[in-house]
């Protein structure tokens, strides 16, 4: 795609983004409707209505794209086609029924397997994060870039203490000061920013929840991998990468090196 085509579409899935979150916040103002989905996750009336709002006004404006949403049943369909959207309504539902900050609605454009533009829209925090293919990634307006951070030794690392500290590695860690954010884009979207030097998750995690932070990650600076250090690809027929590595390009294979003795879940 043109880089006017590009900016056409950024601006298109930035407005479906910013619409969505304000409808996110309003049903939760009003009072939600959680239950369990098959599994144990949580899901809400606002996460379905979110959903469907995307779909109407995303699909009619590229009606040939496909689509592929945490909360729409999965069809083949999508693989036929060149461009699809990858949406997860509310990322960090979590979050979001209990009226903390850190939830997003992650909305990416693929093409032939690779993000081309995303967006992870924040509502709470008021940032929105968005990327073209080639153009940088940006803040509300501010240029982003990654951590400068070369060495793990006191690092800033988005992932669960426990990951690390709960087994024997051949090569040892060096202390580093671990943090919690629930919605896994807004993970990404965070190293992209520099606010912390590395993400780290070692089982499979679905395209709608990483594929707009890859997008944003790499054109910040950081690099963006599966465990073993391999590249991602999406819009596949099973849409999960088996790991995710998103971190300053000084430290990704500093931690790819450590966790590459693990074998790859899927």
Not at 9 to 18: G, K, Y
Not at 37 to 55: E, F, H, I, Q
Not at 118 to 146: C, Q, S, Y
Not at 236 to 262: E, F, G, K, M
Request: proline letters at 8%.
């Amino acid at each position: 795609m043109t880089g006017p085509a590009l900016a056409a579409d950024l601006d298109l899935i930035r407005d479906a983004a910013r619409e969505a979150g304000a409808l996110a916040l309003e049903m939760r103002a009003r009072g939600l409707e959680p239950r369990a989905k098959p599994g144990g996750s949580p899901v809400t009336d606002a996460d379905l209505a979110v959903d469907a709002l995307l779909r109407q006004r995303l699909l009619p404006a590229r009606p040939d794209h496909g689509w592929l949403s945490e909360e729409t049943p999965d069809s083949e369909e999508r693989l036929s086609r060149r461009r699809v959207f990858v949406v997860d309504p509310i990322d960090g539902t979590a979050a979001f029924l209990r009226d903390a900050p850190w939830w997003c609605v992650p909305i990416a454009i693929v093409e032939d397997g690779q993000p081309v533009a995303a967006v992870i829209h924040a509502p709470v925090t008021g940032e929105t994060f968005e990327a073209v293919r080639g153009g940088g990634a940006w803040l509300n307006g501010r240029r982003l870039r990654a951590s400068d951070a070369d060495d793990l030794e006191d690092a800033e690392v988005l992932a669960d203490a426990r990951l690390i500290e709960g087994r024997d590695w051949p090569e040892p860690w060096p202390a580093m000061r671990f943090s919690k954010r629930n919605a896994l884009a807004y993970r990404m979207a965070l190293v992209a920013a520099g606010a912390f030097d590395a993400a780290i998750a070692l089982t499979p995690k679905w395209d709608w929840d990483v594929c707009a932070g890859a997008l944003i990650a790499a054109e910040a600076g950081a690099v963006v991998s599966d465990h073993h250090g391999q590249p991602w690809r999406f819009n596949r027929p099973d849409p999960r990468q088996s790991s995710l590595i998103c971190a300053a390009p000084a430290l990704h294979p500093l931690i790819v090196r450590r966790v590459a003795s693990i074998p790859l879940a899927i």
